[in-house]
């Protein structure tokens, strides 16, 4: 779906976002050539290859890159889990981009109906949401029905929800990621 050149103008434009939101500068950023259809994206950091912070949407309000680079700054200084991410820390920070499709609702008890490390899960009920991305399951290695509780643990939900009338949909992501710690880049794609 994404040319090698795509994800790396993305991922470029994910990094330059957290660091000119550390150094409080304002950038906008985009990308010289169309990019495929997007639902959604959720940028996710990982330090020495664990998770330091991950947000994102399942509705694009913006053009892709400037959603990209608005989830990348809340992940590394919005996510409740964590503490903000330094400048020092940003170092030795990976980003990975999970570009996400429609959401399709599905019948969980159907074993066919999503597919362990090719859809991510969301599930709804009474208000609450939780979503999980196609890799955590794999990471994780979750059978499908761990991988249905631990969303419906993502919402605040029983772990069984998915078989007590909570709604829930599958989506596919085109996830892509930086391969080692980039040194910074002189070259941009800001517009």
Not at 74 to 84: E, L, Y
Not at 162 to 171: D, K, L, M, N, P
Request: charged share 25%; aromatic share 6%; glycine share 8%.
């Amino acid at each position: 779906m994404f040319t090698d050149r795509q994800k790396q103008a993305l991922l470029r434009i994910a990094r330059e976002a957290i660091e000119g939101q550390l150094a409080d500068e304002t950038s906008i950023f985009g990308v010289s050539e169309p990019l495929p259809d997007a639902s959604g994206v959720f940028v996710t950091l990982k330090r020495h290859g664990e998770l330091r912070g991950c947000l994102g949407t399942l509705q694009l309000q913006a053009d892709l890159p400037g959603e990209v680079a608005r989830c990348a700054q809340d992940s590394a200084a919005r996510d409740p889990r964590f503490p903000p991410v330094t400048i020092d820390e940003l170092a030795d920070t990976t980003l990975e981009i999970s570009v996400l499709g429609p959401p399709e609702p599905i019948d969980p008890l159907d074993p066919a109906a999503f597919e362990i490390g090719r859809h991510g899960l969301v599930v709804e009920d009474g208000g609450r949401r939780g979503l999980l991305l196609p890799q955590v399951a794999t990471e994780w290695g979750w059978t499908r029905d761990e991988f249905l509780r631990r969303t419906c643990e993502k919402a605040g939900l029983p772990a069984d929800a998915w078989r007590h009338g909570a709604q829930v949909y599958r989506f596919a992501a085109e996830v892509f990621g930086e391969k080692n710690v980039p040194a910074p880049t002189p070259d941009t794609d800001r517009a």
